[in-house]
């Protein structure tokens, strides 16, 4: 067997927890606890296992992603998700050709665990193990996820395991390994995918080469913010910026200032990555003068980083003004989306400063644009989060909250609302919840 490369070696990793996992006979649950920017590492194994032709282990892994909002249907609804996934399989798999699913008690929880039981009985050994990954899109009950969980470990057979994902330092599922310490068998994952990219850059070589060299310093720069080493983050921008100014790269100049402002933000140095941020608008800027396509997308986007920087940092005035000066931005780059999250931010933003008249009529506005998008913009975009913040402020304000939500239904349909509220547990990224 060759060598493997850099983020091969990395998943090598996730074999050898899971094997772990697999080995302690009392366990059930594995809690994988793991980065939100390195959840990208797990999606590669899951599709590596997915792979007839790449999968190393004698499981089958079903992601099951609906999110956690009524404890008692959450099982009945997995339960359905499993049975979709098995009559897709089923014209593939002769195992399957006769499976009848186990009758319905109404026991959501049973019912589920009694489905995947006999999936593995059909299957025999050639589903030795079936791994349900609970990956829901949003946990708005903590105590109420802990309970389920420790009901589904209770009914689990024996050649079913359940894998959910936690941050670390989290305690969200506290009660639940309490209330099962043995079936409950926990493991980090700290997979360093920025230093894999670096080891891929190295082994590309062209080093000798402005764009190696660039290519070189930004990921490192990179890696060195997810370590959270500022001085060699920014010792490897400087690197990066020496090599984009002297070829001209305007548009690279922009990407290190936002490399370092993001992981300002994520150290929480909102003042630092304002500075950095408005740097980048300065860069973006320029190429906009000087005819770039690119300035005036990015310009657009080092405000809205701005704005973030100014909302971490709490400065409410300074901050609503940030956005609403950058709305002409957004109309300019053809951007509703981000035109409505300006006009919705600074709302937040006046709320928070206290002056709940003025939210109310950004929030106005906003809902004004959102309904003036096309269905599919409009259903990707963020209305549903403006939409809780104008029923959070209607009684502030003394206005009638059903003419808005009709309006909100005819947007958006019903419900209306995102998925649940604030998530207490794991939500898989990319779904990034909003003030």
């Known amino acids: 067997m060759g060598r493997l490369n850099p983020v091969a070696r990395r998943l090598e990793q996730l074999y050898g927890q899971w094997e772990t996992f697999m080995d302690d006979t009392e366990a059930r649950l594995l809690r994988w606890i793991v980065q939100p920017h390195e959840f990208r590492g797990v999606e590669a194994f899951f599709a590596a296992e ?44 002769p195992a399957l050709a006769s499976f009848v699913p186990p009758k319905v008690t109404g026991h959501g929880i049973r019912d589920l665990m009694s489905l995947a039981g006999a999936l593995c009985k059909a299957e025999g050994e050639d589903l030795p193990t079936l791994a349900l990954v609970l990956i829901p899109a949003a946990v708005g009950n903590r105590d109420g996820w802990n309970t389920w969980l420790d009901a589904a470990l209770t ?17 969200a599922l506290a009660p639940l390994m309490q209330a099962q310490p043995t079936r409950v068998h926990s493991a980090e994952i700290e997979l360093d995918l920025t230093g894999a990219a670096v ?41 990066a910026t020496q090599v984009a100014t002297t070829q001209k790269w305007g548009h690279l100049l922009v990407a290190v200032e936002f490399g370092l402002g993001n992981g300002l933000l994520s ?17 973006a800027k320029r190429g906009e ?13 080092a405000r809205l980083g701005m ?7 709490q400065v409410w005035p300074q901050a609503a003004t940030l956005y609403l000066d950058t709305v002409p931005l957004a109309v300019a780059a053809e951007d509703p989306r981000s035109e409505l999250d300006c ?6 933003c006046r709320e928070n400063a206290g002056d709940s008249f003025e939210a109310w009529g950004l929030g106005l506005a906003a809902l004004e644009r959102g309904e003036a998008m096309d269905e599919e913009t409009r259903k990707t975009s963020t209305l549903g989060y403006l939409g809780t913040a104008l029923k959070r402020l209607s009684p502030r304000v003394q206005q009638d909250w059903a003419p808005i939500e009709r309006r909100l239904v005819a947007a958006l349909g019903d419900p209306w609302q995102p998925d649940a509220g604030a998530s207490q547990g794991f939500e898989a990224p990319g779904r990034v919840g909003a003030p």
């Open 155 to 171: 009914d689990i057979p024996p050649p079913v395991r359940l894998v959910v994902f936690d941050y670390p330092g989290s305690q």
């Open 343 to 348: 006009l919705r931010m600074a709302s937040y």
């Open 50 to 93: 997915d792979d007839e032709r790449a999968g190393q282990l004698p499981v089958a892994f079903v992601r099951l992603e609906d999110p956690f909002e009524d404890p008692l249907a959450y099982g009945a609804t997995l339960r359905q998700r499993l049975l979709d996934a098995i009559e897709l399989a089923k014209p593939g798999d």
């Open 267 to 283: 150290l929480a140095k909102p003042v630092d990555a304002l500075r950095h941020f408005q740097r980048a608008e300065t860069h």
């Open 199 to 239: 080891e891929i850059s190295d082994e590309a070589g062209n080093l000798e080469t402005p764009a190696g060299q660039f290519r070189h310093a930004f990921l490192q720069l990179l890696q060195a913010v997810a370590k959270k080493d500022l001085p060699r983050a920014q010792a490897q921008a400087n690197i």
């Open 289 to 301: 003068e000087d005819g770039e396509a690119w300035g005036k997308g990015l310009r657009l986007k």
């Open 307 to 313: 704005g973030a920087a100014a909302v971490q940092a």
